[in-house]
Structures are given as C-alpha cells and as structure tokens.
T-cell receptor, first 113, second 115 residues
Framework: QQQVKQSPQSLIVQKGGISIINCAYE??????FPWYQQFPGKGPALLIA?????SEKKEGRFTISFNKSAKQFSLHIMDSQPGDSATYFC????????????FGQGTTLQVKP | EAQVTQNPRYLITVTGKKLTVTCSQN?????MSWYRQDPGLGLRQIYY???????DKGDVPEGYKVSRKEKRNFPLILESPSPNQTSLYFC??????????????FGQGTRLTVV
C-alpha cells in the first residue's frame, strides 16, 4: 500500500524552465510534508517542508503548493538550473505519532543546458 | 561537522554470510532509522529507534535486525543475507517526534550486493 504517490517518475526540463513534481497522499492524519533532494552518490537532504495550515511555502526558487482538500502537494522549481538535476522525494509524516517519514517513489529531474 | 556516518559504503557478499552495516551520528539525536532505496519504490523504512533500547519495525523489516545500545549508534544486521536484499541502504537521524524541527539527516549510503 503506497500511502504517498509521486509523479512523474522522471522529468526533463530545459534550463530556465519550470519543473513541477506532484504528490498525493491518502492519510488525512499526516501533518508534515517535506521534500528531499538527492544527488548521485549522496544521501537525501531536506530541501523544503510545509505543514497543512498553509497553502504555499516559498524558499528561493523552490515552492511547495499544498491542497488539503485534494490531499495533494507539489514542488515547483522556478528558473530550473543544471545544478538542480537530482532525484526528488516527497514525504509525509504524522508528528503526533512516531514522526515516521513515508516517502514517495522519487522523481529523477534532468535540467538540460 | 554534524553528520551521519555509515560504513561500509560498498559491500559485496555471498548469500547467508552474516553482515553488519554500522551507523553513527554526532548530533545527539533521539530518533534513528534505516531505509532501503530501490528503483521505482522510493525509500522504505526497515527499522527505527526512538531512543536507546527502543526499536520497532518499519515497513520492510523481514530479514533485518537492529540494536540501539548507545544513543549515537544504530547498526543494521543481516543475519543471513539473500539476493533480494541487494539494495542501497541509508541510515538517518532526527531530533525526535516531539520537536518542531523534524529534519532527517541521512548518511552517504551503503550499496549492498548479495550474490
């Protein structure tokens, strides 16, 4: 049972374009939604996170959009750069429970120069 | 430097030969966990520990063991590895579920091949 579904599996974007990765979750008890970025040969690292009391969070070129009623959230990368090429994972967690992170399947992003 | 250290980074072993992957963190984190990463499946939790001597199963615990005798260390043990345990393994730590900051810090990963 995949509690967090992520799409697309892979994405190719031209430099300067907008990259959009989508995630959907099932459990309405989730109350923390982070995105992790992973470069080849490295472990994932926290990129940006949101809680369900806000609909959008922006940090530099990275924005999370959150739709609580649709149980969906997405990552937007504006002005995508070749250095953004990585694998991105969305995740969900219940802070009131174990704090366990449940990850999506991952999206491999390639930004072409 | 705050970090999670895993060893070894790469390991090739034969079916049935017991192995241990070590994990150590220097951030005094309470919460530690092990994940395996497989193509198309994302990161799946194997075991987690909320504090010393407190461990519990994650989503895919079969074939694995863990222990948490000290706060900083959380080794992953494969008593009798099988080829379906060939994967990329990550150890992670975080302050704990009670804290507002729940950022998980990951190690560099261990690429395990069981032949």
């Amino acid at each position: 049972q995949q509690q967090v579904k992520q799409s697309p599996q892979s994405l190719i974007v031209q430099k300067g374009g907008i990259s959009i990765i989508n995630c959907a979750y099932e459990n309405t008890a989730f109350d923390y939604f982070p995105w992790y970025q992973q470069f080849p040969g490295k472990g994932p690292a926290l990129l940006i996170a949101i809680r369900p009391d806000v609909s959008e969070k922006k940090e530099g070129r990275f924005t999370i959009s959150f739709n609580k009623s649709a149980k969906q959230f997405s990552l937007h990368i504006m002005d995508s750069q070749p250095g953004d090429s990585a694998t991105y994972f969305c995740a969900a967690s219940m802070l009131s429970n174990t704090g366990k992170l449940i990850f999506g399947q991952g999206t491999t992003l390639q930004v072409k120069p | 430097e705050a970090q999670v250290t895993q060893n070894p980074r790469y390991l090739i072993t034969v079916t049935g030969k017991k192995l241990t992957v070590t994990c150590s963190q220097n951030m005094n984190h309470e919460y530690m966990s092990w994940y395996r990463q497989d193509p198309g499946l994302g990161l799946r939790q194997i075991y987690y520990s909320m504090n010393v001597e407190v461990t519990d199963k994650g989503d895919v615990p079969e074939g694995y063991k863990v222990s948490r005798k000290e706060k900083r260390n959380f080794p992953l043990i494969l008593e009798s590895p099988s080829p379906n345990q060939t994967s990329l393994y990550f150890c992670a730590s975080s302050r704990g579920r009670q804290m507002m900051n729940t950022e998980a810090f990951f190690g560099q990963g261990t690429r395990l091949t069981v032949v």
